[in-house]
T-cell receptor, first 115, second 113 residues
């Protein structure tokens, strides 16, 4: 059974810092890994999708890497801003789920960027 | 282009009652999945519908059932509500296949009292 762990559970940083959020998964047989952002009381917004054959993806100040063999992914946020404050979730799509592409989520990292 | 839309946004039900939540997928998407997110936790997969059939189911009891309509919209039904069913219910849509981004709606907040 796939298990996804995110460390740290919470993180508070001053504005302007570069930061790294970590995600690990136990079963490397994945189709892809996706990072989401969730604002309080809201749904999930997709940030980056990394296919299993890829090593990284970039979007603006965000960069996500994937090391499938070691079961790890990192989300790098450059020059953090107060507007980045949210919960960040990673999720993997299992090969064993076939075309259904069931996502297994971590519990998230709650990020607070202080002005 | 409308994204994933869900209704209602909030509702309160009494223990033992039944509830129906609704979801319209993103335009062009044919697959709908439902997730339950308890406070402080990541979402948990309930089930997925494609071509009006349940394709895969997570570890949820039969009290949770669903339906997909010919226009790809979907309903989640929960019978005999328990206090522990209180959660944010998220609908996600995608195109069938392994490489496509999954899009989530804003969710329906269910409180069982």
């Amino acid at each position: 059974k796939q298990e996804v762990t995110q460390i740290p559970a919470a993180l508070s940083v001053p504005e302007g810092e570069n930061l790294v959020l970590n995600c690990s998964f136990t079963d490397s047989a994945i189709y892809n890994l996706q990072w989401f952002r969730q604002d309080p009381g809201k749904g999930l917004t997709s940030l980056l999708l990394i296919q299993s054959s890829q090593r990284e993806q970039t979007s603006g100040r965000l960069n996500a890497s994937l090391d499938k063999s070691s079961g790890r992914s990192t989300l790098y946020i450059a020059a953090s801003q107060p507007g980045d404050s949210a919960t960040y979730l990673c999720a993997v799509s299992q090969i064993s789920s076939g075309s259904a592409r069931q996502l297994t989520f971590g519990s998230g990292t709650q990020l607070t960027v202080l002005p | 282009d409308a994204g994933v839309t869900q209704s209602p946004t909030h509702l309160i039900k009494t223990r033992g009652q039944q509830v129906t939540l609704r979801c319209s997928p993103k335009s062009g998407h044919d697959t709908v999945s439902w997730y339950q997110q308890a406070l402080g936790q990541g979402p948990q997969f309930i089930f997925q519908y494609y071509e009006e059939e349940e394709r895969q189911r997570g570890n949820f009891p039969d009290r949770f059932s669903g339906h997909q309509f010919p226009n790809y919209s979907s309903e989640l039904n929960v019978n005999a509500l328990l206090l522990g069913d209180s959660a944010l219910y998220l609908c996600a849509s995608s195109l069938v296949g392994a490489g496509n981004t999954i899009y989530f709606g804003e969710g329906s907040w269910l409180t069982v009292v």
